[in-house]
Nanobody, 124 residues
Framework: QAQLVESGGGLVQPGGSLRLSCAAS???????IGWVRQAPGKEREGVSC????????YYADSVKGRFTISRDDLKNTVYLQMNSLKPEDTAVYYC??????????????????WGQGTQVTVSS
């Protein structure tokens, strides 16, 4: 059974850093894997993803230059390094798999699988 397990969330002050991890198991293949976040009262936002074949990456404009996605194929783990965190980054971060289009248009394009989510809170 395919499973995504996130870890690494927490409370951090503005300007701080966190690294999220997503351990993937049971997958035979996927198009892309990445991160989607949702804050209370806000729409779901595709944060970043990385393609399974070419390793191409996507970043939402709101995180470009601050977040970096990477993967360790030996560990079947995807990471999201988040630097210069802002209060508006506060959300539940979900690891997900699907087509790249899903991360660009998370309101209209579905994902193939989701993790349980990890809370990231940026506050002083």
């Amino acid at each position: 059974q395919a499973q995504l397990v996130e870890s690494g969330g927490g409370l951090v002050q503005p300007g701080g850093s966190l690294r999220l991890s997503c351990a993937a198991s049971g997958f035979t293949d996927y198009y892309a894997i990445g991160w989607v976040r949702q804050a209370p009262g806000k729409e779901r936002e595709g944060v970043s993803c990385i393609g399974s074949d070419d390793g191409g990456t996507y970043y939402a404009d709101s995180v470009k230059g601050r977040f970096t996605i990477s993967r360790d194929d030996l560990k079947n783990t995807v990471y999201l390094q988040m630097n210069s965190l802002k209060p508006e980054d506060t959300a539940v971060y979900y690891c997900a798999t699907g087509r790249t289009e899903a991360f660009l248009l998370p309101q209209t394009v579905g994902f193939d699988s989701w993790g349980q989510g990890t809370q990231v809170t940026v506050s002083s």
